[in-house]
């Protein structure tokens, strides 16, 4: 059997036997990515909602601003927040460098454009079929986009899971802010390019194959949702 058979057949038995590091290692991962997309989701989904309806001075110029940040950087990311972070930096204090924690900061602040701008179009869309029926109803502008939020809610699904996978697949910010440091800070991502360079085929795969898997569910299920709400909202 060749190298890569070997690695092969290497990561089928860590699959198989659910070996401890690498179920370590997508559990570290689920969770940081899972928190990392819940933190930006309680900021961007309102913040996008109100973008979509509130009129005001460079609104055109926040909308625009938006779009672009979603294609930030990720290692551009890692950088600033680890001069953040630094012991020279302003929050060096807090101790966060080289933890979990950093590694949801990074991922957060590469999430939230992602989700803001895909859920600023959603209740843009939203508001634009309901009109000024809430307004002549009289409800306010919190209670604007609590509606419009929960109306979309199907469509917003797939915004934050457009953001997870974004979050759960990223390597160059958190290898930076989390130093892929054994039994603390590897995540799956940087796991894959740590013992790829070693020359460790077996684990890389079966993370590999993992992260694979997680990025398929994702789809599928961002898909399924799709459907719903196309059923819901028509068209």
Do not use: C
């Not at 940081?32 to 997309?37: E, F, I, N, P, R």
């Not at 609104?59 to 551009?76: D, F, T």
């Not at 012991?87 to 992602?114: K, N, S, W």
């Not at 809430?134 to 939020?149: E, K, M, W």
């Amino acid at each position: 059997m060749g190298e890569f058979g070997q690695a092969f057949a290497a990561a089928g038995r860590m699959l198989v036997g659910l070996d401890p590091e690498l179920l370590e290692i997508v559990s570290l991962s689920l969770r940081v990515s899972l928190t990392a997309v819940a933190v930006s989701a309680l900021v961007a989904l309102p913040v996008g909602a109100l973008i979509a309806i509130a009129r005001f001075p460079g609104r055109g110029a926040a909308v625009s601003i938006v779009n672009a940040l979603m294609g930030l950087p990720p290692v551009v990311v890692g950088l600033v927040v680890y001069l953040m972070l630094s012991r020279a930096g302003p929050l060096g204090e807090l101790g966060l460098l080289f933890t979990p924690t950093a590694m949801v900061i990074a991922q957060a602040i590469l999430v939230t454009p992602i989700i803001m701008a895909l859920s600023r179009q959603t209740v843009a869309d939203l508001a634009e079929e309901y009109g000024d029926t809430p307004a002549a109803l009289g409800v306010s502008r919190p209670g604007q986009i609590t509606l419009l939020l929960w109306e979309g809610r199907f469509r917003l699904i797939t915004a934050v899971l457009a953001g997870f996978g974004r979050a759960v697949a990223e390597v160059g910010a958190v290898i930076i802010v989390g130093g892929n440091i054994n039994h603390y800070t590897r995540v799956m991502t940087t796991a894959i390019a740590l013992e790829t360079s070693k020359g460790q085929l077996g684990l890389a795969l079966g993370l590999g194959a993992i992260l694979l898997a997680i990025t398929l569910a994702i789809n599928a299920f961002a898909v399924g949702i799709g459907h719903v709400a196309r059923r819901r909202y028509g068209g």
